[in-house]
């Protein structure tokens, strides 16, 4: 496994709950886990990325996946939302181990990175310094954002927000949709929906609701029992779409997304 290291960044801050008492997200800590035991299967949830399966092949196959989805990305903001649009600076909100930020820091100035866990950062700092990135910075995610700077031509987010909780999705959207330079381009990737079998319901629901039940599912599916948790969290698409109607969003292109039956929408407009 990669060594995880922090790399001088700043302990995580705990997140304000509704009468400013300051308290721990269990998400927060969960990713923090993932990052220091296994950040790479916490980006991809696929068996080659666990630390003990992480060859170089495998790793090269991590980082390839995120130069498609840029790809794929810019090919599809061209084509519907601006055809000469080119990025000059870019915010990747929750980038993880950077498997997004190296790709994007090809293709533009100067892109930052913002995740909640300090070791999936040090990770992500390393990654870029493997690949020869120089213009990729990282910072420790909060609840307000407080450790951004200026505004941004490309605000994205791909596979985050269904980890979080939706009150706090929903609270967050407006501080990146406030980050998103006149003109720029907002491209919010959020689940929606799920298509998934009877089993897998039945563990998410003893995940949740049964006490050690997540602990027990760990153990049947031949993880530690202690292995951290993998939130998953559906958006309401018409709740989304008055946020950002709300905050001077008029059109947005929709693309679906499935991945193992769990059902998104990637959210792609000019601000």
Known sequence: MAESRTGGLPAATPWAGPKGASIASDTDRDWERFGATDPYYGVLAEDRFRSENLSEEARREFFKT?????????????????PAFRPSRVLDFGCGVGRI??????????????DVSASMLAEAQMNCAAHGV???????ADDSLSRLDGTFDLVHSFIVFQHLPVDRGERLLPLLLGRIAPGGVGALHFLVGERRSPAQRLAAFVRRRVPLGR?????LRGRPFGAPNMEMNAYDL??????????GVGEVCLEGTDHGGYLGAMLAFRR
């Open 66 to 82: 995120g130069e498609e989805h840029v790809a794929h990305l810019l090919a599809r903001l061209r084509r519907h939302v601006d």
């Open 101 to 114: 930020v190296v790709p994007f820091a090809r293709a533009c100035d100067e892109v930052v990175g913002v």
């Open 134 to 140: 120089g213009n990729a910075r990282f910072v420790l």
């Open 215 to 219: 602990n027990v599912v760990n153990v």
């Open 238 to 247: 018409a709740r989304l779409l008055r946020i950002l109607g709300d905050h």
